[in-house]
């Protein structure tokens, strides 16, 4: 068996993920990534750094136990940063890391079309549920 380098490995490892197969670690990352939590916390963040309080007011309806969840996963998946500066109080911010950013692009494109379909969508959530 050839030795291969951590690169191979790595691009080996690569074309081996498949979400369509029950234990694959991309539908475990898929299925984080398609919370709501995560998605609006990643367009939140597009603007640059923010302090939890000021997420927690652009987040509306988010719980203080969810925004405290869903950042730190993030931030364990390496697409938020958090800093914690030393004052009086301790300013902690968060800040999407390069990683971060590639993902913002794709969940803030589903964020807009959410918004730009709504409308059409309940409407035909209306003439589905009147038919039945």
């Not at 998605?39 to 000021?54: D, H, I, W």
């Not at 004052?87 to 590639?102: A, F, H, I, N």
């Amino acid at each position: 068996m050839p030795t291969m380098t951590a690169a191979q490995r790595r691009a080996a490892d690569k074309e081996a993920y498949d979400a369509f197969v029950a234990d694959c670690p991309s539908r475990q990352l898929l299925d984080r990534l398609s919370d709501k939590w995560v998605t609006l916390a990643l367009v939140a963040l597009e603007g640059g750094p923010q302090r939890y309080s000021e997420m927690s007011r652009t987040m509306a309806g988010v719980s203080q136990k969810m925004l405290t969840q869903t950042l730190r996963t993030l931030e364990r998946d390496g697409l938020v940063t958090r800093t914690v500066t030393a004052s009086v109080p301790v300013t902690v911010t968060y800040e999407m890391t390069d990683l971060g950013r590639s993902l913002h692009r794709v969940v803030g494109l589903l964020k807009d079309w959410a918004e730009d379909h709504m409308d059409q969508v309940r409407a035909n959530r209306e003439e589905y549920d009147g038919l039945r």
